[in-house]
């Protein structure tokens, strides 16, 4: 079996009396899609944000490549090679999309935000942002505002602002959301190829997308993972059915 990327281990995490992340221990291996589905409130924000490094769990680790990055904050992480891409964007929208993806080549540095427009002058950060466009295939819309791109464009381009950072690891949270029919299908067809460059931990409520494109699924329900395989074992389990899918499986 393939080694894992990505891990957690025993994670815990309570609000009070509730306890939102449940001793969950998930892995992401090279070349994989592993969704992580449930109802609302099962814990999948709170247990992204403890992989990504915005929440500090109460106990158990995150391991990044055999390295365990549990007390690395985001940025650090982020640097080491987890790209996170948000349910919220977090696109400039009044600037291009070359200018967006120069910043996150700009953070992959290290350096700070504040000299952005003159570093698009700089070669190298500009080289590293139009290789990053060029693979995702919005080579086309450099000039543009990202306020001018669809919703889909939109997701494509933070995945090319995530590229910058060469990473190991992606971390989505519910890219599907906002898209019509037609813009998920797309998105799906993107994100299948995307593996290739690197695993990703998908967050989805979107089933079609869920069932297209993941190797593997893990249903958190009260911060438990209840059960964890393929599609087809996922779909057929009875506690999932009752708990989740429903008619939907
Ligand atoms: N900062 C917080 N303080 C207190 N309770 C919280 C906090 N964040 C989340 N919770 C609670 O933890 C539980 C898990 O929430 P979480 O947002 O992780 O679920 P989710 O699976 O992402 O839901 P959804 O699918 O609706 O996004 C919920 O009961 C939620 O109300």
């Given at each position: 079996?393939?080694?894992?990327?990505?891990?957690?281990?025993?994670?815990?995490?309570?609000?009070?009396?509730?306890?939102?992340?449940?001793?969950?221990?998930?892995?992401?291996?090279?070349?994989?899609?592993?969704?992580?589905?449930?109802?609302?409130?099962?814990?999948?924000?709170?247990?992204?944000?403890?992989?990504?490094?915005?929440?500090?769990?109460?106990?158990?680790?995150?391991?990044?490549?055999g390295r365990d990055v549990t007390g690395l904050?985001?940025?650090?992480?982020?640097?080491?090679?987890?790209?996170?891409?948000?349910q919220i964007s977090q696109l400039a929208m009044?600037?291009?999309?070359?200018?967006?993806?120069?910043?996150?080549?700009?953070?992959?540095?290290?350096?700070?935000?504040?000299?952005?427009?003159?570093?698009?002058?700089?070669?190298?950060?500009?080289?590293?942002?139009?290789?990053?466009?060029?693979?995702?295939?919005?080579?086309?819309?450099?000039?543009?505002?990202a306020a001018e791109l669809s919703h889909g464009?939109?997701?494509?381009?933070?995945?090319?602002?995530?590229?910058?950072?060469?990473?190991?690891?992606?971390?989505?949270?519910?890219?599907?959301?906002?898209?019509?029919?037609?813009?998920?299908?797309?998105?799906?067809?993107?994100?299948?190829?995307?593996?290739?460059?690197?695993?990703?931990?998908?967050?989805?409520?979107?089933?079609?997308?869920?069932?297209?494109?993941?190797?593997?699924?893990?249903?958190?329900?009260?911060?438990?993972?209840?059960?964890?395989?393929?599609?087809?074992?996922?779909?057929?389990?009875?506690?999932?059915?009752?708990?989740?899918?429903?008619?939907?499986?």
């Open positions: 079996m393939a080694e894992a990327v990505l891990e957690t281990r025993d994670l815990r995490k309570a609000f009070g009396a509730l306890q939102a992340t449940d001793d969950v221990s998930i892995s992401l291996r090279a070349g994989e899609i592993h969704a992580i589905i449930g109802p609302n409130g099962a814990g999948k924000s709170t247990l992204i944000a403890q992989i990504s490094g915005a929440l500090a769990p109460d106990a158990g680790q995150v391991v990044l490549d904050p985001v940025q650090a992480r982020a640097r080491a090679g987890l790209a996170r891409t948000f009044e600037d291009t999309v070359l200018q967006n993806v120069a910043l996150g080549a700009l953070g992959a540095q290290g350096r700070p935000f504040g000299m952005f427009r003159p570093v698009l002058r700089d070669r190298a950060i500009r080289d590293r942002a139009e290789a990053a466009l060029e693979r995702v295939g919005l080579s086309g819309q450099r000039a543009m505002r464009e939109r997701r494509k381009l933070e995945v090319a602002v995530a590229l910058t950072l060469e990473p190991r690891a992606f971390v989505m949270d519910e890219p599907m959301a906002g898209l019509g029919t037609e813009g998920s299908v797309q998105l799906t067809g993107f994100l299948d190829g995307l593996r290739a460059q690197a695993p990703i931990l998908l967050v989805e409520h979107d089933m079609d997308a869920v069932f297209a494109l993941a190797d593997r699924v893990s249903v958190l329900v009260y911060g438990r993972v209840i059960a964890s395989g393929t599609v087809g074992e996922i779909r057929r389990d009875k506690a999932v059915r009752e708990a989740y899918l429903g008619d939907e499986a």
